[in-house]
């Protein structure tokens, strides 16, 4: 079964800075991976998604990822970070031959100070 | 164009209580999943239902069911409550993408039970 990891549990920045959380999984198969992020008070949003192809995917709000498959890792990546940014992200895996289900990490918190 | 729509938004059971949950899905999606996320956890998948077919289930027992209604709508139902089940319950709607399926949240019913 695969399992994904998020080794910062909370990450705090001040604004301008750069941000980047850690996103591995375990499973030697072909994988699909997303980011969602949770504003606070709001729902899970999708920032951004790998499927195939160029391994350096760009999202939303200036995000990017990149897919390092050597690695098993989808780092999440932002130059430089907003107020508005604080929020928590989480990675997520879907396993192609395990069907559709995501699996995800345990979250990243994060906040950005003024 | 309406998001995952999901109600009730708060719910507070008692032990031993039977729980329906409610899930609209997006426009044009005929795929609902339902997930658990426990107070500062990754959201866990219980399961997923196509063409009113539980297709894909996660590690939940079985007093955790669901159903999914002609509309696309669905249902999940939680028997014998246990202080444990208490967290925010997720919907995620998708329309088939064979290999490249793409997830959507809705806002999550939030229950807690005493």
């Known amino acids: 079964a695969q399992s994904v990891s998020q080794h910062n549990h909370h990450v705090i920045l001040s604004e301008a800075a750069s941000l980047e959380l850690g996103c591995n999984y375990s499973y030697g198969g072909t994988v699909n991976l997303f980011w969602y992020v949770q504003y606070p008070g709001q729902h899970l949003q999708l920032l951004l998604k790998y499927f195939s192809g160029d391994p350096l995917v760009k999202g939303i709000k200036g995000f990017e990822a990149e897919f390092i498959k050597s690695k098993f890792s989808f780092n999440l990546r932002k130059p430089s970070v907003q107020w508005s940014d604080t929020a928590e992200y989480f990675c997520?895996?879907?396993?192609?031959?395990?069907?559709?289900?995501?699996?995800f990490g345990g979250g990243t918190r994060l906040m950005v100070k003024p | 164009d309406a998001g995952v729509t999901q109600s009730p938004t708060h719910l507070i059971k008692t032990r031993g209580q039977q729980v329906t949950l409610r899930c609209s899905p997006k426009?044009?999606?005929?795929?609902v999943s339902w997930y658990q996320q426990a107070l500062g956890q990754g959201p866990q998948f219980i399961f997923q239902?196509?063409?009113?077919?539980?297709?894909q289930r996660g590690n939940f027992p079985d007093r955790f069911s669901g159903h999914q209604f002609p509309n696309y709508s669905s249902e999940l139902n939680v028997n014998a409550l246990l202080l444990g089940d208490s967290a925010l319950y997720l919907c995620?709607?998708?329309?088939?993408?064979?290999?490249?399926?793409?997830?959507?949240f809705g806002p999550g019913t939030r229950l807690l039970v005493l």
């Open positions: 239902y196509y063409e009113e077919e539980e297709r």
């Open positions: 995620a709607s998708s329309s088939p993408g064979g290999l490249q399926e793409t997830q959507y």
């Open positions: 426009s044009g999606h005929d795929t």
């Open positions: 997520a895996v879907n396993a192609r031959e395990a069907g559709n289900m995501l699996t």
